[in-house]
């Protein structure tokens, strides 16, 4: 498919197939593909718990408004948005550091430079750090549902779910935030995929507040 026929045949599915599984080598592409979103000074503050088992789906779906679709998609991600990654020391700053350094875009006598300037755009208030992790979880998570289109794989984004529950059940740490679910899987066949909704013009989208 073109970028164009992924973007416009993606839709929210509500009718998954629970007799057709998503194999571990398309959750990999998938997941590569995500991977590929942008994310400020490539800190990438996201992670994914994937939920297939049928124990933690009943669970799940029982915290998230019991959504059949949980249980029915082969599997569910639960997106993690990480509000500590900027910090110092977190190992995935550390690792991209060092990773710059490497590709010459950054030198070891920057960091304290690096370190100012995370604190000062993602760690100056509580607001920021939440804005800095969601914000980046969301490129993350729509790349991630264009990735699965890409390869025929339908998904559900939800945010209907008891957030703190979540993570209590999955001993998600409190620097998480969990800003949607998805549910990924294959449309079941026979039911009826409703028209595709309506979506701003570009007239519509094009703002000023002079």
Do not use: C
Request: charge should be neutral; aromatic fraction near 10%; charged fraction near 30%.
């Amino acid at each position: 498919m073109t970028f164009k026929e992924v973007v416009n045949s993606r839709r929210a599915i509500n009718f998954f197939d629970p007799e057709k599984s998503v194999s571990k080598e398309d959750l990999k592409s998938i997941l590569e593909m995500a991977a590929k979103a942008p994310s400020s000074f490539n800190l990438q503050p996201w992670s994914v718990m994937v939920i297939d088992g049928k124990e933690d789906k009943e669970t799940l779906r029982k915290l998230a408004w019991n959504q059949p679709k949980i249980t029915e998609a082969p599997l569910t991600l639960i997106v993690l948005a990480d509000q500590d990654g900027w910090k110092e020391g977190h190992p995935f700053v550390e690792k991209n550091f060092q990773e710059m350094i490497k590709s010459g875009t950054m030198q070891e006598a920057q960091r304290e430079w690096f370190k100012g300037a995370r604190e000062g755009l993602y760690g100056s208030t509580p607001e920021r750090k939440l804005a800095f992790a969601v914000k980046n979880a969301a490129f993350f998570a729509m790349t991630l549902m264009l990735a699965a289109k890409s390869l025929g794989i339908e998904t559900h984004p939800m945010d209907g779910f008891d957030m703190d529950k979540v993570k209590q059940a999955f001993k998600i740490p409190d620097t998480y935030w969990v800003p949607l679910l998805i549910a990924v899987g294959y449309f079941k066949k026979g039911e009826t995929l409703m028209p595709a909704k309506w979506r701003k013009s570009p007239e519509e989208l094009i703002v000023r507040f002079d």
